[in-house]
């Protein structure tokens, strides 16, 4: 066991997220029996504030799983082997949904994008009013890439299928959008997104999602893939709509809590909260690279600018690995790493659930600090930049 370190732990992290204090007090009971009045309404209350919150009157399947789980789940359940569905690529995460469901017999194009740009809109319009024969069953499309920090427009996607007439899916994964940016599941005509706990919902990793619309319940009645512990016509059948075994009975008792207080910030509060902390660290990074050499913004697409997380390119031949070791190891600050090739090569800034202003100027204050112990180029002021970008945001909620 390494020694305890003083004062807070930083948890700067993109997913999991802080757990806030009354989650973590919700969570801290006994078990009780799943089929018991007390749970029902708080799984009733939780399933509820979750269609509230994915402005949605879809069903909502759960899944003792993390995303991973929820978007096997959601393939199995509306696709059949041989059947293609278009992937929007840009990031670790949509290749990995694309691996995932290849292994299932379905046929992944991949809708290949500059991964620090994002999807081209156009050009994913003439790629969907080029295939008049509708091969394709479904455009999946990760709305924030965690990886990257490129957010992706859905509405801009369901614009692109509805001008080309196209009657395929529309899925959106909002692993580390829900409760952190505006999503609107009914209003943008998705009909099946996949979520999980561990984000901007706040709550620890292990409980999973899918809500699905009337058109996707529809496409799941065709699907011969097969599936038992995730099957949602069994599911429906249940009381539960999700669980073939035991309910995880604890994780609900945070879930209801946790939307509840979404709901008393307000969402667009909470969306509003996010934009702000996602400005003042993409004001530090801006300052800390006016150099040369110095760090970037991954994203070179202001438009698709994450309010959740922050990823950060360093210079050629500095590894981040030594940075965030530097962070947690002397300072307890942790950060997010590189994924897949940007391993090594970047860093998250997680501002995602639970934080405030004071979190995230003490986290950019000791990245500045660290990065001048580690000896990457930057220019100094990034802390400035973000108080300025606080101050100048005033007023906005
Ligand atoms: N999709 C996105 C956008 C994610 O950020 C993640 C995880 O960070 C996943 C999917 C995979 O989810 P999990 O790690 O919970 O299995």
């Known amino acids: 066991m390494t020694p305890r370190k003083p004062g807070r732990h930083f948890f700067a992290n993109p997913g999991p997220t802080n757990i806030p204090d009354s989650v973590l007090a919700a969570m801290s009971r006994n078990s009780i029996d799943f089929m018991e009045a007390d749970f029902l309404a708080v799984f009733d209350e939780a399933r509820a504030g979750l269609q509230r919150l994915l402005f949605t009157g879809g069903e909502v399947f759960f899944y003792a799983s993390t995303g991973h789980g929820a978007w096997e789940a959601t393939m199995v359940n509306l696709f059949s082997p041989g059947d293609t569905v278009l992937m929007i690529g840009g990031g670790f995460f949509s290749e990995q949904w694309a691996a995932l469901s290849r292994k299932f017999g379905i046929l992944v194009e991949m809708f290949d994008v500059d991964w620090r740009v994002g999807a081209d809109m156009a050009v994913l319009g003439e790629r969907l009013a080029a295939d008049t024969g509708h091969r394709l069953k479904a455009v999946c499309a990760v709305h924030n890439e965690t990886s990257t920090s490129v957010a992706l427009p859905l509405p801009d996607i369901r614009a692109a299928l509805d001008a080309a007439n196209h009657p395929a899916l529309f899925l959106a994964d909002t692993i580390s959008s829900l409760g952190c940016f505006e999503f609107r599941m009914d209003e943008w005509g998705i009909d099946a997104v996949v979520g999980g706990s561990q984000k901007g919902l706040m709550l620890p990793a292990g409980l999973a999602f899918t809500a699905a ?185």
């Open 213 to 397: 619309g009337p058109k996707a319940l529809a496409a799941h009645k065709v699907s011969n893939q097969p599936r038992f512990y995730f099957d949602w016509t069994a599911m429906l059948e249940r009381r539960f709509r999700g669980f073939t075994g035991t309910v995880p009975i604890t994780p609900f008792f945070g879930m209801a809590e946790a939307l509840r207080l979404i709901e008393q910030e307000g969402i667009e509060n909470v969306w509003a909260r996010h934009h702000r902390l996602g400005d003042a660290v993409r004001a530090a990074v801006k300052a800390w690279g006016q150099t040369n050499h110095g760090p970037e913004l991954y994203c070179r697409n202001p438009a698709r600018y994450s309010d959740s997380v922050t990823t950060i390119l360093l210079p050629e031949g500095v590894t981040s690995d030594a940075l965030r070791k530097l962070l947690l190891d002397r300072y307890n600050v942790s950060t997010g790493g590189g994924l897949g090739p940007l391993m090594g090569k970047i860093f998250r800034i997680g501002h995602m659930g639970d934080l405030n202003e004071a979190m995230i100027l003490g986290t950019l204050a000791t990245v500045e600090l660290a990065m001048g112990e580690a000896g990457i180029p930057h220019a100094k002021g990034g802390v400035v930049a973000a108080m300025e970008s606080l101050a100048e945001s005033e007023g906005r909620n």
